[in-house]
């Protein structure tokens, strides 16, 4: 799976949908593909299967927000963190496929971050898990670079006119995560409460954390 710049052709996975629909042409070639690897002994069909259920049970967005929430108590581990995010990460044990060099992007009062792969859809694995349908698709693609603001107003995201927006292109190589700001009100919390509040979209960009809930 290191070798994700294989397959930068796919353009055509616009399907934002919510209801079945048939297999893409991607769909098919993976199935095929997988077909043909346990015929030829390979692979094993529970192999696969174990790695996609790592990926959907083990390793998700759950991951990256133990990382801000780390970044938000211990003031040492965020510099460490912005400094190498690769390290950083790999201290709490997030590593591997899809996540060899990590660069953690700081939201700031003054900038925003948001991160995409204009090319097809490479993301950050190790902390956040597999993409969301949404951050594969052509249009997110293209109109989080051409118009960001206009994007992230359709996400919910409204940011004051001074608030700079910077939009980081994945690619095979370098993976970005954005280490959103912590919410007011959250001082009294430790750090599982402040996971908590770390949303997936919020360390695409895409997204805020959450308020605390009223105490
Ligand atoms: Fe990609």
């Known amino acids: 799976m290191h070798d994700h ?10 399907d934002g949908h919510h ?10 070639r993976a199935r095929a593909l997988e077909a043909l690897l346990v015929e030829k002994g390979i692979v094993t069909s529970d192999a696969i299967d174990a790695v996609i259920d790592r990926y959907v049970n083990d390793v998700g967005p759950q991951n990256g927000a133990r990382v801000v929430a780390r970044a938000w108590t211990d003031p040492a581990y965020r510099e460490r963190l912005l400094a190498d995010g690769t390290a950083a990460i790999g201290e ?41 349908t949404w951050y594969k698709s052509a249009p997110y693609r293209a109109r989080v670079v051409a118009e960001p603001r206009a994007v992230l107003g359709e996400f919910g995201v409204e940011l004051p006119d001074e608030v700079e927006v910077r939009v980081w292109d994945s690619t095979a190589e370098v993976r970005y995560l954005v280490l959103p700001m912590r ?14 509040l770390v949303t997936r979209d919020s360390m695409i960009g895409t997204g805020l954390p959450l308020a605390p809930a009223a105490a």
């Open 92 to 132: 709490l044990g997030f590593a591997g496929d899809e996540g060899d060099t990590m660069v953690v992007v700081e939201n700031t009062p003054a900038v925003h971050n948001v991160i995409v792969c204009t090319l097809c859809s490479c993301y950050p694995w190790p902390v956040l898990g597999l993409p969301p």
């Open 19 to 28: 209801h079945p629909r048939p297999a893409s042409a991607e769909e098919l």
């Open 183 to 196: 919410p007011a009100g959250t001082d009294g919390l430790d750090e599982e409460a402040l996971a908590a």
């Open 5 to 14: 710049d294989h397959h930068h052709d796919h353009d055509h996975d616009h």
